[in-house]
């Protein structure tokens, strides 16, 4: 870089430019001449980027590439003669979407799991060659969470699972010994990752009606999901036949009523009937 930066001004050898190639240096060594953020962004949603120079050097070009493992690949440039000029690989990705030559930003219309990692944005300058800042992006998906339990003969499992990217971490609070907890996560093709950790508890009785804590950490976030473990006796089966046939006795009360009813008015009337053709 700073070969570059001597390049020019000692072609010209004014002292102008001399003076101007010496504050470029200084600039260099400073590493703050371009003022950039790395983001945190929604997958599948827009992203955007900014580079913004801070020195006033005449740029000619702004160029974006992505970093890549072997060498950076060019994106998209603007400068004042051709516009923009957006790479065919990212036509439909991406634009540069502040047409500036000291600020430039780029905006991903809509980001998959391809675009995370880290850009350069190149300001081509007249005597200072290529001054470069690097913004990385980081792509992230909510959790969702689900938290259930349920009671066995001899012991009760509380399972909390949470998709998310990246990877989330559960923790549990519980009250209570005898506890064991187990973890597995599995990876997504979608870039999500699902852990699943489930609480196991040898003596259930010991956690009836208490509340169970699940903690989620996400990006620095906690989220805690509570559970109430409540004895299924809706579901027990002696119970379940008792509501059954007190249902069935009391439909079979009612249709014995009724019939009753119905053959007592009946012989009312016919009775009557009688009584008005006497009449
Ligand atoms: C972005 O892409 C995803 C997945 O292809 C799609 O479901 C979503 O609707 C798109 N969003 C926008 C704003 O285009
Ligand atoms: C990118 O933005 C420029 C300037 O706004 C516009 O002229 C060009 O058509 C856009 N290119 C694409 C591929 O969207
Ligand atoms: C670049 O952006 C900064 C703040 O974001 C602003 O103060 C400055 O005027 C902008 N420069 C140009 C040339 O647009
Ligand atoms: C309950 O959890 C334990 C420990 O994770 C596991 O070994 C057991 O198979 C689970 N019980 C049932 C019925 O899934
Ligand atoms: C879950 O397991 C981890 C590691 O085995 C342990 O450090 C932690 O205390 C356990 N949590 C509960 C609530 O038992
Ligand atoms: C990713 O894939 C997993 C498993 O197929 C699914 O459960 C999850 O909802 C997906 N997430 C997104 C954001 O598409």
Not at 36 to 41: M, R
Not at 133 to 140: P, V
Request: with cysteine; proline share 4%.
């Amino acid at each position: 870089m700073e070969r570059l930066v001597f390049g020019r001004p000692f072609y010209h050898l004014s002292t102008f430019s001399l003076i101007w190639g010496m504050a470029a240096v200084v600039l260099c060594t400073a590493q703050e001449e371009v003022v950039t953020q790395d983001e945190k962004q929604l997958l599948n949603t827009p992203a955007t980027l900014k580079c913004s120079l801070q020195s006033s050097q005449e740029v000619l070009v702004v160029t974006w590439q992505k970093k890549k493992a072997v060498s950076p690949e060019n994106m998209v440039t603007f400068s004042k003669n051709h516009g923009v000029v957006v790479q065919p690989a990212y036509k439909d990705k991406l634009n540069i979407t502040q047409l500036g030559l000291q600020n430039s930003t780029i905006t991903f219309w809509n980001t998959t799991l391809e675009d995370e990692g880290c850009y350069m944005c190149l300001f081509n300058t007249f005597g200072s060659g290529k001054i470069s800042g690097t913004s990385c992006l980081t792509l992230y998906v909510q959790p969702i969470v689900s938290l259930h339990y349920k009671f066995f003969e001899d012991h009760l499992n509380i399972t909390c699972s949470a998709t998310a990217r990246p990877a989330p971490v559960i923790s549990w609070k519980v009250a209570g010994s005898g506890i064991e907890n187990s973890t597995e996560s599995l990876s997504h093709p979608n870039g999500t990752t699902s852990v699943t950790s489930v609480l196991h508890v040898k003596d259930p009785k010991t956690q009836v009606g208490k509340e169970v804590i699940c903690q989620v950490l996400h990006l620095g976030k906690v989220m805690d999901f509570r559970q109430t473990m409540n004895k299924g006796f809706w579901f027990s089966v002696p119970l379940l036949l008792s509501i059954v046939s007190l249902v069935i006795l009391l439909i079979l009360i009612s249709i014995l009523l009724y019939w009753k009813r119905h053959r007592n008015q009946d012989r009312g009337e016919s009775s009557q009937g009688k009584m008005n053709q006497a009449n």
